[in-house]
């Protein structure tokens, strides 16, 4: 069985990476040599045969291997979720398991953690070995972030980060946020936040598994953690007061229109029927949806007093963990 309570917990998601995982162990095992640490490899589904390779690993060395099979793949949030539940370390850090993140940088991110008294360090890959259609990009998606979260980082989807275990335990990773996980943290009260220029090493085994899907899922991901950051515990303050401000709105014109229509007919000249002027339907819909709105506002205020974790995730096996 893995050591209790070990000074680090290597948390490594990983799909179809076969070929990199027993060079990415001893990697590990060289830099960590002498210290107490556990490496918890999450397979997510994979369709080749990373799972056997990290049985055989953990079979090995149950002293620092944690294996855990997810039954299908769930994606990255849901290994890193699963894996921070596992985590015992008092320094928690997430890599890839390709390879492109160097395990030299561990030391370096737990004092920063430990000795600095960080509550997170980003891993920030300065200098990257990936083609424009990639960096540029990035580069956007980064700026886009920092202007949205307020969190002044300039790599937040790098996967080598160190947290202190009582932040991971605070968290949810759910849907796709692995990318936006320093506003996770952040909107979790740990705001001693800082980052740390890593390596980046050329991808060696296989092609990466992320397409240019992820730049739009990226995008879509980030106006939804915007917004649930501001109002995710509040949304009757968003949806409530943009449908009370159209509301009444609307209804000041429909007033206008009606006392304008009233006017006339007093006068003795009803030239036009009411229903006959465009404004009249335009202000009785901005009504209707003003008050959609404010109703929309009130059950999204008490689901979101009532709501459950979304996070339950079916696992498969599991091995020298036995919670």
């Known amino acids: 069985m893995s050591i209790e309570n070990p000074d680090i917990s290597l948390v490594v998601p990983l799909f179809d990476e076969e070929e990199s995982l027993r060079e990415l162990k001893q990697w590990i095992d060289v830099v960590l040599e002498g210290r107490t640490y556990e490496v918890i490899f999450i397979d997510d589904g994979s369709r ?4 056997q390779v990290i049985q055989d690993m953990a079979e090995n060395d149950p002293e620092h291997v944690v294996a855990i099979k997810m039954a299908r793949n769930y994606g990255k949030s849901a290994g890193l979720h699963t894996g921070f ?3 015992m370390g008092k320094v ?3 890599m890839d398991a390709d390879l492109q993140d160097s395990p030299e940088e561990i030391p370096e991110l737990e004092r920063k ?11 920030w890959k300065k200098k990257r070995h990936d083609p424009l259609s990639k960096t540029i990009p ?18 937040f989807n790098c996967g080598l980060k160190a947290y202190r275990l009582e932040v991971v335990k605070a968290i949810e990773v759910q849907g796709e946020m692995h990318r936006y996980i320093p506003i996770l943290v952040k909107n979790a009260g740990f705001d001693r936040i800082a980052e740390q220029v890593v390596q980046h090493q050329a991808r060696k085994y296989g092609s990466t598994k992320f397409g240019l899907e992820r730049f739009m899922n990226g995008f879509l991901d980030l106006l939804t953690i915007g917004f649930m950051s501001r109002f995710g515990r509040k949304p009757m ?22 006392l304008g229509k009233l006017s006339t007919i007093v006068q003795g000249d009803p030239s036009r029927n009411i229903t006959e002027i465009s404004a009249f339907y335009v202000s009785l819909t901005g009504m209707i949806m003003g008050l959609q709105f404010f109703l929309a506002g009130f059950i999204a205020e008490m689901s979101s007093r009532n709501d459950s974790s979304r996070s339950d995730y079916k696992i498969a096996a599991k091995i020298n963990r036995p919670h």
């Open 48 to 51: 080749d045969t990373s799972w």
């Open 85 to 87: 539940q596992a985590a």
């Open 92 to 94: 928690v850090i997430t």
């Open 113 to 123: 953690i430990i000795g600095e008294g960080y509550d997170m360090v980003s891993g």
């Open 138 to 155: 990035t580069r956007l998606y980064n700026a886009a972030t920092r202007m949205v979260s307020g969190i002044q980082l300039n790599d």
């Open 237 to 258: 303050h968003f949806f409530g007061a943009l449908g009370a401000l159209m509301f009444i709105i609307s209804f000041v014109g429909f007033s206008w229109i009606a």
